[in-house]
């Protein structure tokens, strides 16, 4: 269960005697515990307002809101005339800990949150995120409009539901599901990870089915993917007691291959997982060679009947437009279900993911609830009740605003900005790209291995992590990672092009790579460590003649 202190930092766990720990007492507050005077009234705080001179606030340490309003500044909150910033709220540190007894005027609410959310990255500038981070003002209002509509309540909101049941409907038709649009089989979610949830929990559900009816036992399901999923898979198989049968990566092989997931298949495999647009670096994988590996295993085994998911995450809303000929959906016999992330190239903020079987039989019974709406049947497949409507109207906007013309005109611009950004971080000389022309359109990029005059490699004395830091200095925020098991010696930055990076602003980037590699060369080449680490390594170089291997920092991306 998620706890107050998850996103407590280590300043924050501090002991109670620091500034900033939490009080408990209302006496604490205000007159006696702060060094706010006592005499500071709400009638000379009024006053002192209105003649416009500086409040005499002293105080080394800070003054905390506490539980209970700060006396002085009680009975205020219905004073609209008083100014966010001169009325003494801002003197006191936001409540942090405790519900504060007393309300405050929206304003300062509303200030106090907004100003702690300035010290956040600009999501615009985050290269790091696949999710959303632009929409048109027309849907913003929209989806502003159904801010109080909660999707779950169909009785109340048909026309909501209706809008649900229309998108999933173009989206199986999009994917080429054999099931008429509709009666196509699918459901909105919060994102691609609870789409990712059902269509395990679906292929672990049928596969419990078939073992048990043949008489076999049906306790050790496994699911074979590669080392590169993202972590809701982890997740799923830990969540849902379903053993990881993973396909390894190494240098050069970022994905799962055919001949590598059929070692993996046995009587216990749930099913197989393909990665149309990889977390990692991008690549689709081979989807259509998995469905052949699946067609020869299943002909072999037909008690098995291994199924196939694609997670489209990214790729969902890439590949129908930019590549309409790539076999990677319905047209695949063994493909039985797809999710995809409509808040990713689905082009709608945070909080859409939609999830699609091929056809009924492909959901076991038991995971759908049904709701009698209207004298008609309505099937309910989500791990949630209440959601927020806006999203899936969200959605709906942008399939009818853009129309299959308007995806794919967005999706080829851009990979033309992708490609741009590649070759500006080539042309540095300093970088290889290890994002493939085809897929996401994302940048993967990792620092050259340098070398002497004599080909022999050296310590450059900053790595993909410097890099990152120096670019957030400008705003930029790409994160610098390691690749899975296997591969985890390859570091490497990613930047994810949306459609709200426009070429002006990644010429900007190209230009600010650029100079961050300039300045961590120059530093590099003023510090004395880094003299003495050139010589050390010239020395070791001399003595093994063997290549150093990168040191690297343990991290998990995204
Ligand atoms: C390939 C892949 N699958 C699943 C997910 C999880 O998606 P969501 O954030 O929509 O839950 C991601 C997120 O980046 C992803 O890249």
Request: glycine share 8%; with cysteine; aromatic share 8%.
């Amino acid at each position: 269960m998620a706890t107050a202190g998850n996103n407590a930092t280590t300043a924050d766990l501090a002991p109670a005697s620091a500034p900033e720990a939490p009080s408990s007492s209302s006496q604490q507050q205000g007159s006696k515990g702060s060094s706010l005077p006592h005499s500071l009234s709400k009638d000379r705080r009024i006053a002192e307002h209105a003649s416009g001179r500086p409040l005499n606030l002293q105080g080394s340490k800070t003054l905390d809101w506490g539980e209970d309003a700060p006396e002085e500044l009680q009975g205020l909150e219905h004073d609209a005339s008083l100014h966010v910033f001169s009325a003494g709220y801002d003197v006191y540190a936001l409540p942090k800990y405790h519900m504060p007894r007393r309300g405050m005027p929206a304003a300062v609410a509303a200030q106090g949150i907004t100003d702690l959310r300035q010290l956040d990255h600009n999501p615009r500038l985050n290269m790091a995120s696949f999710v959303t981070t632009w929409m048109e003002p027309e849907v913003t209002a929209l989806m502003q409009d159904c801010l109080n509509v909660n999707l779950v309540d169909m009785d109340e909101y048909p026309s909501t539901t209706d809008i649900h049941n229309r998108c999933v409907s173009m989206l199986a038709a999009l994917y080429h599901c054999p099931t008429p649009p509709d009666k196509a089989v699918g459901s909105g979610t919060v994102g691609s990870s609870e789409a990712i949830m059902l269509a395990g929990l679906a292929m672990k559900k049928k596969w419990q089915a078939r073992r048990s009816a043949a008489g076999l036992p049906a306790d050790r399901p496994n699911l074979v993917m590669s080392y590169t999923v993202q972590v809701c898979w982890e997740k799923f198989c830990r969540y849902w007691d379903v053993e990881e049968n993973y396909v390894t990566v190494e240098e050069g092989r970022y994905g799962i291959t055919p001949e590598l997931a059929k070692q993996k298949i046995d009587e216990n495999t749930i099913g197989v997982v393909g990665i149309l647009g990889s977390t990692y670096n991008g690549e689709f994988e081979d989807i259509k060679g998995l469905n052949d590996m699946l067609e020869e295993v299943n002909r072999e085994h037909p008690e098995w009947q291994v199924p196939l998911h694609v997670d489209a995450a990214s790729g969902g809303f890439i590949a129908p437009f930019s590549y309409p000929e790539l076999q990677w959906d319905f047209r695949l016999t063994w493909v039985k279900s797809i999710n995809v992330s409509g808040h990713k190239y689905g082009l709608v903020y945070p909080g859409m993911g939609w999830v699609l079987w091929r056809e009924p039989g492909d959901v076991p019974d038991d995971l759908v609830f049904h709701i009698n709406y209207l004298g008609s049947d309505q099937a309910s497949i989500t791990l949630n009740f209440s959601r927020g409507a806006s999203s899936v109207v969200g959605q709906y906007y942008q399939l009818l605003r853009l129309g299959r013309d308007g995806y794919s005109s967005v999706m080829s611009n851009l990979a033309t900005i992708a490609a741009r950004l590649a070759a500006g971080i080539l042309e540095t000389g300093e970088f290889e790209v290890l994002s493939k022309p085809e897929g996401v359109p994302l940048v993967a990029f990792r620092l050259k291995q340098k070398t002497d005059e004599q080909g022999n490699p050296v310590d450059r004395g900053f790595d993909e992590y410097d890099v990152s830091d120096r670019l957030k200095e400008h705003g930029w925020v790409l994160p610098a990672y390691t690749m899975p098991p296997n591969a985890r010696d390859v570091k490497l930055l990613r930047a994810v092009i949306r459609v709200d990076h426009s070429m002006t602003l990644v010429e900007k980037l190209i230009g600010h790579i650029s100079e961050a590699l300039a300045l961590l060369a120059l530093h590099e080449s003023r510090s004395e460590a880094s003299i003495l680490r050139h010589l050390r390594q010239h020395k070791q170089h001399h003595r093994h003649k063997s290549s150093p291997h990168l040191q690297v920092k343990t991290t998990s991306q995204c």
